[in-house]
C-alpha cells in the first residue's frame, strides 16, 4: 500500500514544524511519498518564503539588489536546517540561485527555489531519496501541464523507489526552463504524484483539521466536514476555500483516490474526506460556504432582447475580445449581467464596453464594482425545499442586501452576489441559519 502525504507551508514553516511533519510520516511506513511546499507563515505578520522570493526576483528583474534579500531566504533555511541538527549547507544551492536571478531565469523558476531547497532539507532529515519535479512533471511549450508525459516517467521513476520526496508546485517545459503550476499549486503536485503510484489516499496536511464548513478567518471554530464529494469541494475551492487548490483533485478524480485533508498540529483528527460520491448524508442541509471579493457586473438592457436571437454570443463576444473570463451570466427578459474579476476587467473596461455597443447594440450599461460572491453548496440541496428561501430571509434579518442570485442546474450550489463590505455578514447569516440553529 502507498500513500502520497503532501505538507503545507504553514506545516513546514520552522525545524519545530518539521520535526512534527517526520513524527507524522515515520508513523506509518505506508506513507512514502512526500511532496513538501516552501516554508510557509510561522506567524500571522510573517512572510511565506515563496512571496519573499518573487520579492527578490522582481528586484533582481528590474537590475536592482538583491542580495540583501536573498539573504534573508536563506536565513530562514539555515534556521530549519540547524534547528534540526542537519549537516547540510545549501551555500552552492543559493550560489547558483543568485547566479539564475541576473541571467533572468524567470518569475516561475524564482518561487519554485522554495520548494526546491525545502525538499532537499526535508530528504535529508527523512533519509529519503530526493527526485528534483523538474525531472518528472512536464509543461507544453505553451505552458500547459502535460499529464500523458508526466504520468508515464513519473510513474516509471517512482516505481523504482520505495520512499521518496518531490517537491510541489513546479516542473519544467521542454526547453528545460522551470514552470510553476498557479499559486497553492503544491497541492496539484500531490495529486499528480498520487495518480502516477496508484496510491491508497492521498493526504493533505496544512493547519486546519480538514475542510471546515465555512472560512475559520471569518466564522470562529467553524463546524468541520467528515465527507465531502470532489464535486462539491470543487465549488468551494474555486469559491476561495483556499484550504486546496481547485484543481488538485482532477489527477485522483480519475483514479477514484480519495483525499484525507489532516492537520498536521492534530494529526490524532480524522479530518475530511474528499470522495467521488457518498451514501453518507452531510450533517446540514448545507455542506460547505465560500466566496471571493472583488467582482464587478456590467448590466446591459435592451427592449426585446428576448426575441433576438444571438444577442447573448454577441456580449460574451466583447469580452472574449479583450481576453476577459466571465463568472456568472445572470439574464432577465431584457436584462443580462455578466460577472467578471474587477482586477482583470479594470484596465480594459472602456474597450469592452465599446464592444458590446458595437456588437450588441444595447440600449444602456451600466458597471457595478466592488462586489463579491458566496456560493452556497451542499449535495442535500437538491432533496429539500426552501433552502433559497430560508437564505434570503437570512440575508434580509441581517440588512444584507442581495444583488444577484445564481442557482446551477444540477441543484449543488447557490450563488449570491453582495457588496464586498457586506461580505462577511453574508457568510455569518447563512452560518447561522444553516449551521447554528440546528446544533
Ligand atoms: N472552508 C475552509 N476550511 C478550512 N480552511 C479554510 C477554509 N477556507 C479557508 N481556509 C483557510 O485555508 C488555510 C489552509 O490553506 P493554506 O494556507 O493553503 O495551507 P497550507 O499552507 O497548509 O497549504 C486555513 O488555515 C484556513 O485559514
Ligand atoms: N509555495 C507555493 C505553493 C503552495 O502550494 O504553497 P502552500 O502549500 O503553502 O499553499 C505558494 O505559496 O503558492
Known sequence: MK?????GGSSLASAEQFMKVSGIIKADDERRFV??????????????????????????????????????????YDEI????????????EFKT?????????????AASRGEYLNGIIMAAYLKFTFIDAAEVIFFDENGIFDAAKTDKVMSERLEKEEYAVIPGFYGSQPDGSIRTFSRGGSDITGSIVARAV??????????????????????PNPVGIDTITYKELRELSYMGATVLHEDAIFPVRKEGIPINIRNTNA???????????????SKFVITGIAGKKGFCSVNIEKDMMN???GFGRKVLQAFEDSGISFEHVPSGIDTMTVFVHQDEFMDKE??????IHRLAHPDTIDIESDLALIAVVGRGMKSTRGTAGRIFSALAHANVNVKMIDQGSSELNIIIGVRNEDFEAAIRAIYNIFVLVQI
Open 81 to 92: 536546517i540547524k534547528g534540526l541538527g542537519l549537516e547540510l549547507s545549501l551555500k552552492e
Open 198 to 219: 496508484h496510491a491508497e489516499v492521498y493526504e493533505n496536511w496544512t493547519d486546519v483539521s480538514g475542510f471546515l464548513i465555512a472560512d475559520p478567518r471569518i466564522i
Open 97 to 109: 540561485i543568485a547566479e539564475n536571478f541576473k541571467k533572468k531565469a524567470g518569475k516561475d523558476y
Open 350 to 355: 472602456q474597450k469592452v464596453v465599446s464592444a
Open 267 to 281: 494529526p490524532e483528527e480524522n479530518g475530511t474526506w474528499i470522495v467521488e460520491s457518498t451514501c453518507q448524508k
Open 3 to 7: 500513500k502520497v502525504v503532501k505538507f
Open 35 to 76: 511532496i513538501p511546499s516552501a516554508p510557509g507563515k510561522r506567524n500571522k505578520k510573517d512572510t511565506k518564503v515563496t512571496d519573499m522570493l518573487y520579492a527578490c526576483y522582481e528586484a533582481a528583474e528590474n537590475d536592482k539588489p538583491c542580495q540583501e534579500l536573498l539573504k534573508g531566504i536563506e536565513a530562514r
Open 307 to 309: 426575441a433576438e436571437i
